[in-house]
């Protein structure tokens, strides 16, 4: 796309995709029924939510943070998780045995946790131990993987991480004796922890392409890397190209630029600041007025900086709205219909891991809390 037609089309940018607009009497229903069932349920909400959904949630924060919450609210037999799909598994796997967790559409899936199925996994570990020693491979997968994924990586002496914490989960990881890692599903996530953080060079980083034999890679490729990660991204951080940045400091001079390390090496290279959500929000909110910032991650989170921070300038950091899609399935009518079922003792969308899935998940969420309350 050339440049000029980039910059016209940035000035333009809509505050979001499709028109949030929710009818007052499905509103007034959920107050309603949230009021009624408040000692029973619980509504979280991820940050990357809509408006209109987050409008009804008692805690927002990213999915580890919420699945955290609320397991530790006891009291609460109901766990509406507005995310997706990993986010109410995870909430699930460390909930309480009286607690349900219920996702309002079942739709509601992740691209980038789909593209690392346990077979292909299995399978693809199954084919390296053919070539290197798998008990000096660590597995680590990213919190935005299935249950089943975390289990096998539990069951490996593995751990997850999140983007807050892979850097101190990498370093665990290579002083605890393995020589490699094995990381699922963001190859991006992986290959910034990898270079920018850990200083580890780009020919010990390698692609495994779960598509082809030996995942594309020689033996020796194997047998050199110190990290191999497999193929696959989230399509919302993806649309973030490295051309970005240089458009927006043109547009906006003195613009910072700060992105989520799910976007792509070349993004990350370019940035002034990389971190998580946390990070991000955090940044904003301690920076002083007239701050201005192109920040790349999801666009109703940006949104909602815009319209909490209006003292600086905040907009994405793509010349179009880049929002998750399959989080947007969750609507206020969905949740309506969900507390209209429990309000009928009837439980609907519950989210339920298989109990030897669920211990193995827990043995490597529980890693990833030790290793990382150790490096705090
Ligand atoms: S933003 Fe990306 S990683 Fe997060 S839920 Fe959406 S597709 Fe998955």
Redesign the pocket.
């Known amino acids: 796309m050339p440049e000029v037609l980039e910059l016209s089309v940035v000035a333009e940018l809509p505050e979001t995709l499709v028109a949030e607009t929710t009818s007052q009497e499905v509103v007034a229903r959920i107050h309603a029924l949230k009021e009624k069932l408040r000692d029973k349920v619980v509504i979280l909400g991820h940050h ?1 939510q809509r408006d209109d959904v987050v409008q009804f949630a008692d805690r927002t924060g990213d999915s580890f943070e919420l699945a955290r919450y609320a397991s530790n609210l006891h009291d609460r037999e109901f766990i509406i998780f507005c995310g ?1 799909h990993f986010m109410a598994e995870t909430a699930d796997v460390l909930s309480g045995e009286s607690q349900k967790v219920i996702l309002p559409d079942l739709k509601a899936g ?4 789909d593209m690392a199925r346990f077979e292909q996994v299995f399978d693809a570990w199954d084919e390296i131990s053919e070539v290197i020693d798998t008990s000096k491979v660590c597995p680590i997968t990213y919190m ?1 993987s299935s249950a089943a994924i975390k289990a096998f990586c539990g069951e490996h002496g593995g751990a997850v991480s999140t983007s807050s914490n892979n850097r101190a989960i990498f370093d665990w990881a290579f002083h605890s004796g393995f020589e490699k890692i094995f990381f699922f599903p963001d190859q991006h996530l992986g290959r910034n922890t990898a270079f920018f953080q850990l200083g580890i060079p780009l020919e010990e980083i390698v692609l495994y392409d779960q598509t082809k034999p030996l995942g594309g890679l020689t033996p020796d490729e194997l047998k050199r890397a110190k990290v191999i990660l497999w193929r696959g991204h ?4 993806q649309h973030f190209q490295p051309s970005h940045p240089n458009i927006m400091r043109a547009l906006y001079p003195g613009i910072q630029v700060m992105v989520h390390p ?1 976007c792509s090496f070349e993004v990350v290279r370019q940035a002034d600041k990389v971190g998580s959500t946390a990070f991000i929000m955090k940044t904003v909110e301690e920076a002083p007025a007239g701050s201005s910032w192109a920040i790349g991650t ?1 666009h109703h989170l940006v949104n909602r900086l815009k319209h909490e921070h209006p003292d600086q300038f905040i907009t994405t950091l793509a010349p179009y709205a880049c929002e ?1 899609a ?2 947007y399935r969750i609507s206020p009518e969905a949740m309506l219909d969900i507390l209209e079922n429990l309000d009928k003792g009837i439980v609907k969308n519950q989210i339920t891991v298989p109990e030897e899935t669920r211990k193995w998940a827990n043995v490597a969420l529980t890693r990833m809390l030790e290793i990382t309350k150790k490096a705090a």
Request: charged letters at 10%.
């Open positions: 990357y997706v992740c691209s980038m946790s935005n989230c399509s919302v951080h799910e999801e998750c399959t989080m």
